[in-house]
């Protein structure tokens, strides 16, 4: 039988997982990035156990877990320093069966890519969808030397989705959130602290330690769409968050400009009526973008990836059926988390001094309660496992025990 071929529009880590697990399953994979090389845009991503089991499907889940670097004790504090709420990598790992690895997104997209064979990713190759195929016809794909035919065509081309525009033009697409977002990944650490994030009124901070000592730092806040700071963002960032607890007004201190990311946040907050049509399949950003507040953008991308494979393979030359399924399966679970992520944004932008109080008078009596009530917010999320358990032809796979909730 003929080798099915695959195009993976957008080199991300949903499109990375889904080239790494088609390539997996025996499929021709070729990568089309549109920039100069792979140089992945943000600084750090948060994988949770559900992504790092995705990821053992295709090998790599070990070599994430390794990059983890918070071993002992974090939770949610106030501006002022006081914690409503602790918790651990063992109370993770035991309800969830794995904790936490946040890796930067340099060196997840250097795992997958060595997954794949040389010569297997294009750059400099912007891609659209010519004709999306269907039962008999390839999907058609024009980039900038031609056209290329393939019997599956993966769209992981980001929030602003040039696919998804192509497959549902009547869609209107992602709206703003209410919030922007500073990233920022220091060379060393300033200081010694605990991992943690800082809700305040309509404000946030979290400080993460990264493995090989670099600090991750991130903020938000509330503020109208396109606002820029006429003195740059390390200046606002200096502004809004420098009388905050420490480590921050030292993390601030330390960074300089040019490490300072900026980025409004929107989502999909009307679904897509599917993440298929034809043979191209919609992944990560391009099906389902929603806010950074659950921290799971990323690991729903890695599971697209793994489940999409999963479903190709199942029989290459019924693609648009294994499409189908593979809506079938990623939109509702999408939905529900990105529909809990805008929910968690509302509770922590809040800006009314009364309810700022109760909402941290409410975490902080659940803190009481241990890790196992905190944690509850990700069940159903965190505990997911890929399909038939993450059994892979290309190599053995044995999930982890889950503890009882």
Partial sequence: MKQPRALVIGSGPGGLTAAAALHRRGWSVTVLEKAASIEPVGAAISLAANAQRALDAIGVGDAVRDLAAWEGSGGLRTPEGRWLSRT????????????????????????????LPAGAIRTEAAAEVEDPGGPGEPARVAVPDGVLEAE????????????RSALFPGHPGPAYAGFTTWRLVLPA????????????????WGSQPLADGR?????????????????GELA?????????????????????????????????????????????ALLGDAA?????????????????????????????????????????????????????????????N???????????????????????VVLRGLDGIADWEP????ADPGGPYASPAQAAP
């Fill in 88 to 115: 651990d990598a063992a109370a993770l790992a035991e309800r969830f069966g794995g904790g936490i690895a946040l890796v930067h997104r340099a060196d997840l997209a250097a795992l997958l890519t060595a997954r």
């Fill in 152 to 163: 599956l065509v993966v769209a992981a081309d980001g929030i602003g989705s040039a696919a």
């Fill in 189 to 204: 650490r300033p200081v010694a602290f605990a991992p943690h994030e800082t809700w305040g009124r309509g404000e946030l």
């Fill in 215 to 231: 600090v991750y730092a991130y903020a938000a806040a509330l503020a109208p769409a396109g606002r820029r700071s006429p003195d």
């Fill in 236 to 280: 606002e960032l200096r502004r809004r968050f420098a009388g905050w607890h420490d480590p921050v007004p030292a993390i601030l201190a330390a960074a300089e400009p040019g490490q300072v990311l900026h980025h409004d946040v929107r989502w999909l907050a009307e679904p897509l009526p599917a993440f298929h049509r034809g043979r191209v």
């Fill in 288 to 348: 389902h973008a929603m806010t950074p507040n659950l921290g799971q953008g990323g690991n729903q991308a890695v599971e697209d990836g793994v489940v999409l494979a999963h479903h190709a393979a199942a029989d290459p030359a019924a693609v648009p059926e294994a499409l189908e399924r593979y809506t079938r399966d990623r939109l509702p679970r999408t939905r529900t988390v990105a529909l809990r992520s805008a929910r968690a944004g509302r509770v922590i």
């Fill in 350 to 372: 809040l800006t009314g001094p009364l309810a700022v109080r109760a909402r941290n008078a409410l975490i902080r009596g659940v803190g009481l309660l241990g890790p196992r």
């Fill in 387 to 390: 399909p038939g358990g993450g």
